[in-house]
């Protein structure tokens, strides 16, 4: 009965959906107040029945209702009752249920947080929203019903999921990942708001700017958990792939990226207002993508979901429709609302808009990368493979061409500036980037330039950030007013500038110094790696709540002194039978030490063994959590809680656009 019910509340969401994007649409091209005014309520009461749908999928995993198809095809009764819950998201119809509800709480985010926006403004927002929820709660409802019943022959137990899912990365990382994907169609609900009603100005980046942020942060915690899961649950010891899947939420965040400097400009100073819109358009219809991508089966990849081509095929039709209808919108109201304000090259709008151009460029590679492989073979042309040498080849020299411009970006002036500035300005965290680039990378030999480059690009970023803070906290007549001078959003960018400097040293650092040594050993045996002795102790069985091990007890030790005790797990999984690696790591601050088994090798007990040494590896991560809790920070600055007057409600007011 619970799955039944938990359908008719999605049924009742669909048409809630429904009613969202038009009664509001029309109130607010007929200037009907009452029409307007039901689009919050609407919104919320979306929330509830998707939320309430939601509940009756997690009680029918946790209570074992394998009669419930998705049930029994991810979980089993021997699952722990987290993972039970976190089964939810781990296929396709119940991740899809996940997108929903994170699509309406964004959506009540937005009714119950902007009762300061103008009534018609507001309700072209959640129309909009609205209509990406039809979309979506029709996909869910036609094509991926998580509540489909296997009646007659319900199974005694279920298939299990999948042990790779097994872990607590799939706890956080999916909706946190989603929270940034769907976060993206506030933007796009914004954007195609301002377009309908003709109101493209400061006013209208400043409501969408707080909403790009936290789902540009969300999308970056996101896509950090998913490195940092892919680094220790593999087995491998990478965190980036380039895979296809993963490459379908990395595209969405460097537009993002781009769409966060591009607001700041059009709320600054009026500009860039055409381009800020297409971008918005288009970081969603990258998300959309990626939707298509990984639930389409157009992909194989450990990520994806689905292999039905009626899902992909559903997904591509929404998506034409979404980026279609946006274009021509687009191409109809953009030059009616361009921007008629003019900047010197030499100024802080300059630099922003490399930075944007770097940003696009960046995403159009990977994606050309990513679809490549696809086109090819949609024509017939044979099976090419797209990796890591492509894309390290185009996207890493356009990352380390826009590190020196952003080490400029905050210390110039809108509007106009000059070289001469620039100079006095920078001349010292110049000399001294270049004095840390030369003389840093001595410490670890042998001496590689390229980390020689990453330590001057990050120390021109960090030094300048540094020598740029103290100005402006000098610049008050004590210590305390000049911190307290300091606006949330201006901590938030040195934050997230501070982050990127940070991603690459770990990205670099790591690429070159990590020692991968792949060894046959048996108990008792000792193996040195990068100056640490490993000391295979014993093999131990292990049995876990769903699964059984044997377990490889190392001891590490550094001039005889112990380092760490570490324990990697072959482990079997009971319900499935799958064997999976479950790697040991000892974590630093500046060196990882990582075990993992192979297979066994031998009939003396012997074991393939893995060991790895990985210097700065974990900076690549703390970068990410620093730029997202600078977009996370920009969140506390009072003109995004100031409250603004509405709009006159009189009706030739209301009635202006659609």
């Given at each position: 009965?619970?799955?039944?019910?938990?359908?008719?509340?999605?049924?009742?969401?669909?048409?809630?959906?429904?009613?969202?994007?038009?009664?509001?649409?029309?109130?607010?091209?007929?200037?009907?107040?009452?029409?307007?005014?039901?689009?919050?309520?609407?919104?919320?009461?979306?929330?509830?029945?998707?939320?309430?749908?939601?509940?009756?999928?997690?009680?029918?995993?946790?209570?074992?209702?394998?009669?419930?198809?998705?049930?029994?095809?991810?979980?089993?009764?021997?699952?722990?009752?987290?993972?039970?819950?976190?089964?939810?998201?781990?296929?396709?119809?119940?991740?899809?249920?996940?997108?929903?509800?994170?699509?309406?709480?964004?959506?009540?985010?937005?009714?119950?947080?902007?009762?300061?926006?103008?009534?018609?403004?507001?309700a072209r927002v959640l129309a909009v929203m609205g209509g990406v929820a039809v979309g979506f709660l029709s996909f869910s409802l036609f094509t991926s019903n998580p509540f489909a019943r296997l009646l007659p022959g319900t199974p005694a137990d279920?298939?299990?999921?999948?042990?790779?899912?097994?872990?607590?990365?799939?706890?956080?990382?999916?909706?946190?990942?989603?929270?940034?994907?769907?976060?993206f169609s506030v933007a796009f609900a914004f954007a195609i708001a301002a377009l309908l009603g003709g109101r493209l100005d400061a006013s209208w980046a400043r409501w969408s700017r707080p909403w790009t942020n936290v789902a540009w942060a969300f999308?970056?915690?996101?896509?950090?958990?998913?490195?940092?899961?892919?680094?220790?649950?593999?087995?491998?010891?990478?965190?980036?792939?380039?895979?296809?899947?993963?490459?379908?939420?990395?595209?969405?965040?460097?537009?993002?990226?781009?769409?966060?400097?591009?607001?700041?400009?059009?709320?600054?100073?009026?500009?860039?207002?055409?381009?800020?819109?297409?971008?918005?358009?288009?970081?969603?219809?990258?998300?959309?993508?990626?939707?298509?991508?990984?639930?389409?089966?157009?992909?194989?990849?450990?990520?994806?979901?689905?292999?039905?081509?009626?899902?992909?095929?559903?997904?591509?039709?929404?998506?034409?429709?979404?980026?279609?209808?946006?274009?021509?919108?687009?191409?109809?109201?953009?030059?009616?609302?361009?921007?008629?304000?003019?900047?010197?090259?030499?100024?802080?709008?300059?630099?922003?808009?490399?930075?944007?151009?770097?940003?696009?460029?960046?995403?159009?590679?990977?994606?050309?990368?990513?679809?490549?492989?696809?086109?090819?073979?949609?024509?017939?042309?044979?099976?090419?493979?797209?990796?890591?040498?492509?894309?390290?080849?185009?996207?890493?020299?356009?990352?380390?061409?826009?590190?020196?411009?952003?080490?400029?970006?905050?210390?110039?002036?809108?509007?106009?500036?000059?070289?001469?500035?620039?100079?006095?300005?920078?001349?010292?965290?110049?000399?001294?980037?270049?004095?840390?680039?030369?003389?840093?990378?001595?410490?670890?030999?042998?001496?590689?330039?390229?980390?020689?480059?990453?330590?001057?690009?990050?120390?021109?970023?960090?030094?300048?950030?540094?020598?740029?803070?103290?100005?402006?906290?000098?610049?008050?007549?004590?210590?305390?007013?000049?911190?307290?001078?300091?606006?949330?959003?201006?901590?938030?960018?040195?934050?997230?500038?501070?982050?990127?400097?940070?991603?690459?040293?770990?990205?670099?650092?790591?690429?070159?110094?990590?020692?991968?040594?792949?060894?046959?050993?048996?108990?008792?045996?000792?193996?040195?790696?990068?100056?640490?002795e490993f000391h295979f102790d014993e093999l131990a069985p292990v049995r876990g709540p769903n699964f059984v091990a044997d377990e490889a007890r190392f001891t590490v030790t550094r001039d005889g002194r112990e380092v760490a005790r570490l324990a990697?797990?072959?482990?079997?999984?009971?319900?499935?039978?799958?064997?999976?690696?479950?790697?040991?790591?000892?974590?630093?601050?500046?060196?990882?030490?990582?075990?993992?088994?192979?297979?066994?090798?031998?009939?003396?007990?012997?074991?393939?063994?893995?060991?790895?040494?990985?210097?700065?590896?974990?900076?690549?991560?703390?970068?990410?959590?620093?730029?997202?809790?600078?977009?996370?920070?920009?969140?506390?600055?009072?003109?995004?809680?100031?409250?603004?007057?509405?709009?006159?409600?009189?009706?030739?007011?209301?009635?202006?656009?659609?």
């Open positions: 009965m619970i799955p039944e019910v938990g359908h008719f509340a999605l049924i009742i969401a669909l048409c809630i959906a429904l009613i969202q994007v038009t009664v509001p649409l029309w109130g607010a091209w007929r200037g009907n107040l009452a029409a307007m005014s039901l689009a919050p309520r609407l919104a919320l009461g979306q929330l509830l029945f998707v939320g309430f749908s939601f509940a009756c999928l997690a009680l029918s995993f946790l209570q074992d209702d394998f009669s419930v198809q998705v049930v029994a095809n991810n979980s089993n009764s021997l699952l722990p009752p987290i993972y039970k819950f976190s089964a939810l998201w781990g296929n396709h119809e119940g991740s899809l249920l996940l997108w929903v509800l994170i699509l309406s709480l964004w959506s009540s985010a937005v009714a119950l947080c902007s009762r300061q926006l103008p009534l018609p403004v507001l279920g298939s299990d999921l999948n042990p790779l899912l097994q872990d607590p990365g799939l706890i956080i990382h999916p909706p946190l990942l989603y929270m940034g994907y769907v976060g999308l970056s915690l996101g896509i950090m958990l998913g490195s940092w899961w892919a680094y220790y649950e593999l087995g491998w010891g990478g965190w980036w792939f380039w895979d296809p899947v993963e490459n379908a939420s990395f595209m969405p965040w460097l537009a993002g990226t781009a769409l966060v400097h591009s607001l700041a400009v059009t709320e600054k100073r009026g500009l860039f207002k055409s381009w800020t819109v297409l971008l918005a358009i288009f970081a969603f219809s990258l998300s959309l993508l990626g939707t298509f991508l990984v639930r389409s089966g157009v992909l194989t990849s450990v990520h994806a979901f689905a292999t039905d081509p009626e899902r992909g095929l559903f997904i591509l039709i929404f998506l034409a429709i979404v980026v279609g209808g946006s274009l021509v919108l687009y191409a109809l109201r953009a030059p009616a609302v361009s921007s008629r304000v003019s900047f010197q090259w030499v100024s802080r709008e300059s630099l922003l808009l490399v930075n944007n151009v770097v940003f696009l460029v960046a995403t159009l590679t990977v994606l050309f990368g990513t679809l490549f492989p696809l086109i090819v073979d949609a024509l017939g042309l044979g099976k090419v493979s797209v990796g890591p040498p492509y894309f390290n080849a185009v996207f890493v020299p356009l990352m380390a061409l826009l590190a020196p411009f952003m080490g400029l970006g905050p210390v110039s002036r809108w509007k106009q500036d000059s070289t001469a500035r620039w100079r006095t300005q920078l001349w010292g965290a110049a000399l001294a980037a270049v004095i840390c680039g030369v003389t840093l990378p001595l410490l670890q030999a042998p001496y590689n330039i390229w980390v020689a480059l990453a330590v001057l690009l990050a120390a021109w970023l960090a030094v300048g950030l540094g020598r740029d803070l103290w100005l402006r906290v000098r610049s008050g007549n004590t210590l305390a007013a000049g911190l307290r001078r300091l606006t949330p959003s201006y901590l938030g960018m040195l934050l997230a500038h501070l982050g990127f400097a940070a991603c690459i040293l770990g990205v670099v650092v790591t690429s070159q110094y990590t020692v991968e040594h792949d060894l046959k050993m048996r108990p008792g045996d000792m193996r040195a790696v990068a100056g640490y990697p797990q072959k482990r079997r999984y009971l319900a499935s039978g799958q064997v999976m690696t479950e790697a040991a790591i000892d974590p630093g601050l500046f060196r990882d030490l990582f075990v993992a088994m192979g297979e066994p090798v031998g009939a003396e007990g012997a074991w393939a063994i893995r060991l790895h040494y990985k210097p700065m590896v974990r900076w690549m991560w703390l970068g990410a959590i620093l730029m997202a809790l600078g977009a996370f920070t920009t969140l506390f600055d009072r003109r995004y809680r100031r409250q603004r007057r509405a709009l006159p409600a009189a009706p030739e007011v209301l009635a202006r656009g659609v």
